[in-house]
Structure formats: structure tokens, C-alpha cells
């Protein structure tokens, strides 16, 4: 059975940083697929805070929503087989359930299409 688990959420002060991470049990290797993060605050509709594209061009491409563009980064380690979520200068809106996507098709922009979900974490800001 596939598993991805996310890791590293917790509480922080405003304006201060986490950075998530998100590992798989499976096969699917970073390198060849889109890969991508979500968040979903109490109340609100899950939505799409970054996607990295595939490599095998050579190259890749990160997309941000503008709610963490300028704060967020996202990044993978090939060696490890492992997503990244660098977030800096955190807001209290950006309390909400962080979930990866890995093996995704492709970016819509900054929304990872299709792939394997993990069952979140979760980031807590508080003043």
C-alpha cells in the first residue's frame, strides 16, 4: 500500500518559520513527477499553495499561490526522495492542514493535478 506522510507542521508565532516535509513508501520517483502541496484552514475549501514540476527536461519549475508567494519555497532532494515546504514570515492565515501530493501528472499553475495525497499536518500560527 502507497503511503505519504507529511511531517515538520506545529505552532509558531507569527512571522516565524516551519518547514514541512513529505516522504513516500513507494516507487514513485521525485524526479519524474509533479509534485505539489495543499492547505485546508477550518471552514474553508482545500486550495493549492505550490507545485514543482517534473525534471526530466532537465530542469523544473516552482509555482506559488499569491497568498505565500515571497514566503514559500518549494523544493525536493532527489537522494532522499523527499518534498519540501520552506515557510518563512508566517501569518495567522496560514494556519491550516498541509498536505502533499507526489506522482502528480503535471502543474495547473500552482495546483498539483492528480497524484497520491498523504494525510496532512498541521500548522498552527498564533500572536
Known amino acids: 500500500q502507497v503511503q505519504v506522510a507529511e511531517s515538520g507542521g506545529g505552532s509558531v508565532q507569527i512571522g516565524g518559520s516551519l518547514r514541512l516535509s513529505c516522504t513516500t513508501n513507494?516507487?514513485?520517483?521525485?524526479?519524474?513527477?509533479?509534485l505539489g502541496w495543499f492547505r485546508q484552514a477550518p471552514g474553508k475549501e482545500r486550495e493549492g499553495v505550490a507545485c514543482?514540476?517534473?525534471?526530466?527536461?532537465?530542469?523544473?519549475?516552482?509555482y506559488y499561490s499569491n497568498s505565500v508567494k515571497g514566503r514559500f519555497t518549494i523544493s525536493r532532494d532527489i537522494a532522499k526522495n523527499t518534498l519540501y515546504l520552506q515557510m518563512d514570515n508566517l501569518k495567522l492565515e496560514d494556519t491550516a492542514t498541509y498536505f502533499c501530493v507526489v506522482g502528480a501528472d503535471y502543474c495547473s499553475n500552482y495546483r498539483a493535478y492528480s497524484g497520491i495525497w498523504g494525510q496532512g499536518t498541521q500548522v498552527t500560527v498564533s500572536s
Open positions: 513507494s516507487e514513485i520517483r521525485f524526479t519524474k513527477y509533479a
Open positions: 514543482i514540476t517534473d525534471i526530466r527536461s532537465g530542469s523544473s519549475t516552482d
